[in-house]
């Protein structure tokens, strides 16, 4: 029996000696490589963290005592030490365990979290309610130094170092977020030496002054405050000691030595305490130390070679955009692009090649990517962001107040629209219709195919007003391309298919679903007509209203949030119309919170298929009374 079979709990990994420690972690990264090879995973941050989260389990009391992952994708040793090494295959499947942390899957999971940049902030709540309530119960917050570009991180430790209770934050420093990491503070972490460099110049920095003779107490102090600027210069430590933290390291997090002493010391500090040790991402295995962006949420891979099980035969949706995009800008030296440590995952690393002064990386900071380009929309500018539709909500107020509020001509590229996979929960972009349909100024759209994409790519520059454009992820369905895009009539849908019985009004991917379905109907005598309504605002209500008026009855569909989304944009503009005694219905993700899953599995359930649509369809024809019919 190998020493992780052995271990069942936290318990079980006290009961070896520290000197097993090392062949622990092999096996720990090792399952980690071969199950990932399989399903796709977060491969990198999570071999970096390995002996970490073995150290951490080992000293501390879990569950009593709090173990909060910031963004929580680097926790499958976290899972495997805390009883749940048997299900480890069922890694971010459907109806398996959740990629991240997750409080319904296990009583060791503190925190739910797909977002970087909460960890802090939580970790501060449950150190405050365990002094609160009497708790004697220590709270860890692991955070890696990419998240230190999120303003939430720094709102967290200045209030943790305010409030001066018991709280340690491990900065998990690898150089890396998703990305290579950006900005002034990534700068300032990379000023790192090593401990015993700093203690030797500090005791010899001491003997020196030691043979100046005492002269007065204000000597002293600016003794005392060089040598604060000196470290400050040498290490990164400073910034921490300002907000309110005493800080310890840099250590190395890979050498169990430095790390179990180090770490056991500082567990019985009492206050703010923040330990900077120093990881490898992808340590174990040669292809994710080579290219850890790939490896941070890789798919599933040859486990020797570390070459992908299959590549895509078609382009993806994100590649479409950008190509456009870049191809735009050829011509318009007002285009930029923004990102927010997104560059490959958006697929901007094809315009940081074209035009690398015209992309902006902002690190993980999406609401002041948002201003930023409210900023250059304002001097004339014509800036694109490229972001996840899961993480542009971090950004919602941004968008409301910096740019639609100054009608600024700035363009959302929204990535990930609809059902997202094995993400899961966190990461499924299903609310961006119904929270920007609603904001004045904003135009949003969501093409059918990719030949349509690069039309409305092309739309957003030429509008002059903010504009949001939304696309699936995933490869495209391989339709042919127009040459050229031309940029579409503002809030024009197109009718694909006449029809007498029903009206299929569809946005998005799932236009073609509704063609399908139409053609089902029409093969049992029901006459379907089929609108891609390519706008969600603003909507085509002329289209909309004429094709109600000839129908019995209207079913809507999206790939979104059924409660403020396309389909009640729709209901709404037929009551306004009169057309209230049409019967109809919405056809959309339900009021929960989408579980992970492969993206043709999740749509069969939810209905949000050929198949879905046809049965919704039937029903609500069904049901419809004959004196409905107009004239």
Same mark, same amino acid.
């Given at each position: ?360 990386? $902002? *690190?993980?900071?999406?609401? &002041? +990517?948002?201003?930023? =380009?409210?900023? %250059? !929309?304002?001097? /004339? ?125 569809? $946005? *998005?991917?799932?236009?073609? &679903? +509704?063609?399908?379905? =139409?053609?089902? %109907? !029409?093969?049992? /005598? ?106």
């Amino acid at each position: 029996m190998s020493i992780l079979q052995r271990i069942e709990s936290p318990a079980d990994l006290k009961k070896l000696s520290p000197e097993e420690f090392p062949e622990l972690c092999q096996e720990i990264r090792s399952l980690i490589i071969s199950v990932l090879s399989n399903v796709g995973g977060h491969l990198a941050s999570n071999l970096g963290v390995v002996e970490l989260t073995v150290a951490l389990h080992y000293l501390l009391d879990t569950p009593q005592d709090k173990i909060v992952w910031d963004t929580s994708n680097q926790a499958y040793a976290h899972k495997l030490l805390t009883g749940r090494r048997e299900q480890f295959h069922t890694l971010r499947q459907f109806g398996g365990m959740s990629g991240f942390c997750k409080r319904e899957e296990s009583v060791y999971d503190a925190f739910n979290a797909g977002h970087a940049g909460t960890g802090v902030s939580a970790a501060v709540g449950y150190s405050e309610a365990h002094e609160q309530m009497g708790l004697p119960h220590r709270t860890v917050c692991v955070v890696g130094d990419g998240a230190l570009t999120a303003g939430m991180t720094l709102e967290g430790l200045q209030h943790a170092g305010d409030l001066k209770k018991n709280l340690v934050v491990i900065l998990n420093d690898n150089q890396m977020s998703i990305s290579r990491n950006v900005g002034a503070i990534s700068a300032y972490l990379n000023r790192t030496f090593t401990g015993e460099f700093y203690t030797r110049l500090r005791e010899e920095t001491s003997q020196l002054l030691e043979t100046i003779p005492q002269i007065g107490e204000p000597v002293k102090k600016m003794a005392i405050r060089a040598e604060e600027l000196a470290k400050g210069f040498l290490l990164p430590g400073l910034l921490f000691e300002e907000l309110g933290f005493r800080y310890v390291g840099p250590i190395d997090g890979h050498n169990f030595e430095h790390l179990l002493s180090t770490l056991d010391n500082v567990l019985k500090l009492k206050g703010p305490t923040l330990l900077h040790v120093i990881t490898k991402k992808g340590l174990g295995f040669e292809p994710a130390m080579k290219n850890p962006v790939w490896f941070h949420a890789c798919s599933p891979f040859d486990a020797k070679t570390g070459e992908p099980a299959k590549k895509a035969k078609r382009p993806s949706y994100s590649a479409i955009a950008v190509k456009t995009l870049v191809d735009m800008a050829k011509e318009d030296k007002r285009i930029v692009a923004i990102t927010a440590a997104m560059c490959e995952g958006t697929g901007l690393a094809a315009f940081e090649k074209a035009f690398p002064d015209r992309i902006y990386d $902002v *690190g993980i900071a999406e609401q &002041h +990517a948002v201003t930023f =380009a409210a900023g %250059l !929309a304002a001097q /004339g500018m014509r800036p694109v962001i490229c972001m996840y539709s899961t993480f542009l909500q971090r950004a919602y107020d941004q968008v409301v107040h910096d740019v639609a509020t100054q009608n600024l001509p700035v363009t959302l590229c929204i990535d990930r629209g609809g059902l997202v996979a094995e993400d899961g929960t966190t990461h499924h972009g299903a609310f961006d219709f119904a929270f920007l349909r609603h904001v004045p100024n904003m135009v949003v759209m969501a093409p059918k195919d990719e030949n349509e994409l690069q039309h409305m790519v092309k739309s957003c520059i030429h509008y002059d007003c903010p504009v949001s454009v939304r696309y699936p992820r995933g490869a495209t369905i391989g339709v042919p391309m127009d040459a050229t895009a031309e940029p579409l009539p503002m809030g024009q849908g197109e009718l694909l298919r006449d029809g007498d019985d029903v009206a299929l009004i569809a $946005v *998005g991917v799932l236009v073609h &679903h +509704a063609l399908e379905a =139409a053609e089902r %109907l !029409a093969q049992e /005598g029901i006459s379907a007509a089929v609108v891609n309504a390519r706008f969600v605002k603003p909507l085509d209500h002329e289209l909309i209203g004429s094709i109600t008026k000839k129908v019995k009855c209207v079913l809507t569909m999206e790939e979104g949030c059924q409660m403020g989304g396309f389909g009640s944009a729709v209901l709404e503009s037929l009551s306004d119309q009169g057309l209230w005694h049409v019967p109809a219905k919405v056809l959309a993700l339900p009021d929960i919170y989408i579980e992970q899953g492969p993206q043709d599995l999740l749509r069969e359930k939810y209905g949000l298929t050929a198949n879905g649509i046809y049965d919704q369809a039937k029903a609500l024809l069904a049901r419809v009374p004959l004196h409905t019919v107009m004239s």
